[in-house]
């Protein structure tokens, strides 16, 4: 079986210090890092953007997997490719319907990176399964997007198999919201391929420790 890929949430790290905080976890073995876009919209919360990416890009060799959990997602699929990103994941609750989610995949695409699409917790695995072949990343969002630190909703981890099943080998499943090394687990076990985690890797006083703990 692959590697698990661990990508750490910089939403829960010291922004001030955010080229330490990120060296800091690729010592400590992650491989990718999830940079959280929220735009008070979407969701309620307001973070980070474009800028940033573009900086973080200038200091890190690091994977850069851009959750966007913002409106008009099609708006700023550009500017976040552009600035570095090697992984763009929006969601389909943001999209008027099947023809525009196809096609803000295909222009991901066209900057050859990887493209991901995202459920909240209440949206049925079903919806994303016309595009389960066109994609690299479905994310299962394992709490309502919008804040760190929340507790893991299990129901939500039960989509899990339902996309592996329809999914190839290649596909990556990640989980967000809530990852600790007990749901972790339950989520790897279940099939997930990459887990996102904040709060517990950045609230740590051993990142090391914390990303081990999760494989
Ligand atoms: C939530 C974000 C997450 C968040 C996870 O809306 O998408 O990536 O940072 O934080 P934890 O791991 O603390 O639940
Ligand atoms: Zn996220």
Redesign the pocket.
């Known amino acids: 079986m692959n590697r698990v890929i661990i990508s750490p949430?910089i939403?829960?790290a010291d922004f001030a210090n955010l080229q330490s905080e990120i060296n800091a976890v690729k010592s400590a073995g992650a491989e990718w890092i999830?940079v959280?876009v929220?735009d008070g919209h979407f969701?309620p919360?307001i973070t980070i953007g474009v800028p940033v990416v573009k900086s973080l890009r200038k200091h890190t060799d690091l994977f850069l997997d851009t959750?966007l959990?913002i409106e008009n997602p099609e708006k700023y699929i550009e500017p976040f490719a552009k600035a570095g990103s090697d992984l763009i994941t929006f969601h389909v609750e943001a999209c008027k319907d099947k023809k525009q989610i196809e096609e803000i995949i295909s222009h991901i695409k066209s900057f050859n990176i990887k493209a991901g699409i995202s459920i909240k917790p209440n949206t049925p695995p079903e919806e994303i399964f016309p595009f389960i072949d066109i994609v690299d990343l479905i994310l299962v969002?394992t709490?309502?997007?919008?804040?760190?630190?929340?507790e893991?909703i299990h129901e939500c981890a039960l989509k899990i198999p339902k996309i592996k099943e329809k999914a190839s080998d290649e596909l990556i499943i990640q989980v967000?919201?809530?990852?600790?090394n007990i749901t972790a687990k339950i989520c790897t076990s279940l099939g997930a391929s990459s887990l996102?985690?904040?709060?517990?890797?950045y609230?740590s006083n051993d990142y090391k420790k914390a990303i081990d703990s999760l494989r």
């Open positions: 949430s939403l829960s999830h959280d929220m969701v919360n959750h959990m969002m709490v309502e997007p919008g804040f760190g630190g929340q893991f967000d919201g809530g990852i600790n996102v985690a904040g709060s517990y890797i609230g």
